[in-house]
C-alpha cells in the first residue's frame, strides 16, 4: 500500500503511538484523519495541515461512521491504524473483594469491541473503493500487547482485550482477503507513551531492566516507522507482530 497520496485512519491518535503514527503518515504524503476521544490533546491535528482532526469514541456507531465519512470526502480510505485504548490495573480478588465487573467490561468494551466496532466499518469502505494495481483495497494494523501473552499481576480485563486482538487477526484476514483487504496487528511491549510518564526514575528503571535490547522503552516514532512497514508489505497479512526488544514480562 502506497503512502503517498492516500487517505488513512488513525484512532487514539492525540498522543503516544497514535500521534506518531498520524504524524509519520502525513510525513510520508498521506492525508491522515486524527480520531481521539480527547479533544484537549489534538497534538497531531494542529501540527499538521494534513492532519485532520476527528473527535469521537471508538465505542461508538455513530462517531467511527462520522470518522469514516471524513476520510471519504478526502479520498478512498486505504488504511485504519487502531490505537485507541485503556489501561486497567485490578486483580481478580483483591484486598477489596473481586474485580469489579463494570470495570472488566469497559477494558473489553473500548479495546476489542471499540477497535472492531472501527474496523468492520471502515473494512466496508475500504470494500466499496477501486482496487489497486495489484489488488490491494485497504489495510487494516490494530494494536495488540505483549500483555496479551505474558499478562501480569492486575492485568485479567488488558490481557483479555489484547487477546482478543491477536485471536481475531487471522480470521478477519480471511474473511476479508476477498475484498483485497489485509488485516495485521503489532503488539507493543513497553513503550514511552502518557501511560508511562507518570512513573518514577525507580520504576522507570526497574520497567527498563526487563527489556534484552535495548534496555529502555519503545519510542513511539518505532512503532509508527513498522506501521509503515507493514502498509508496504504486500504480504504481510493476518499475523501478529511483537515489538518489543524480546521481553518477555514476569508475573509482576
Given at each position: ?101 463494570a470495570a472488566f467490561e469497559r477494558v473489553i468494551a473500548v479495546n476489542l ?107 513511539p516514532a518505532e512503532f509508527a516507522r513498522l506501521v509503515v512497514d507493514v ?22
Amino acid at each position: 500500500m502506497e503512502i503517498a497520496g492516500n487517505v488513512f485512519l488513525v484512532s487514539g491518535a492525540a498522543s503516544g503511538l497514535g500521534a506518531a503514527t498520524a504524524g509519520l503518515l502525513a510525513a510520508r504524503g498521506g492525508r491522515v484523519v486524527a480520531m481521539d476521544l480527547r479533544e484537549d490533546a489534538r497534538a497531531p491535528a494542529d501540527r499538521d495541515p494534513a492532519v485532520h482532526w476527528q473527535r469521537g469514541d471508538i465505542t461508538r456507531e455513530a462517531d467511527c461512521a462520522a470518522a469514516i465519512a471524513l476520510a471519504g470526502s478526502l479520498g478512498p480510505l486505504r488504511g485504519l491504524i487502531n490505537c485507541a485504548g485503556i489501561l486497567a490495573a485490578h486483580k481478580t480478588l483483591g484486598r477489596d473483594g473481586p474485580h469489579g465487573l463494570a470495570a472488566f467490561e469497559r477494558v473489553i468494551a473500548v479495546n476489542l469491541v471499540g477497535s472492531f466496532n472501527l474496523l468492520r466499518l471502515a473494512a466496508a469502505a475500504m470494500a466499496a473503493s477501486a482496487p489497486q494495481a495489484d489488488g490491494e483495497r485497504g489495510v487494516i494494523i490494530n494494536t495488540a500487547s505483549a500483555a496479551a501473552f505474558d499478562g501480569q499481576v492486575g492485568q485479567a480485563a488488558y490481557a483479555a482485550s489484547k487477546g482478543g486482538i491477536v485471536a481475531m487477526t487471522l480470521p478477519i484476514a480471511r474473511d476479508l482477503a476477498r475484498h483485497g483487504i489485509r488485516c495485521m496487528a503489532i503488539a507493543p511491549g513497553l513503550f514511552e507513551t502518557p501511560m508511562t510518564q507518570g512513573l518514577t526514575p525507580p520504576q522507570r528503571q526497574a520497567l527498563e531492566e526487563q527489556v534484552p535490547f535495548p534496555a529502555r522503552l519503545g519510542q513511539p516514532a518505532e512503532f509508527a516507522r513498522l506501521v509503515v512497514d507493514v502498509l508496504g508489505n504486500v504480504m504481510l497479512n493476518g499475523e501478529v507482530i511483537r515489538l518489543d526488544g524480546a521481553l518477555r514480562m514476569g508475573p509482576r
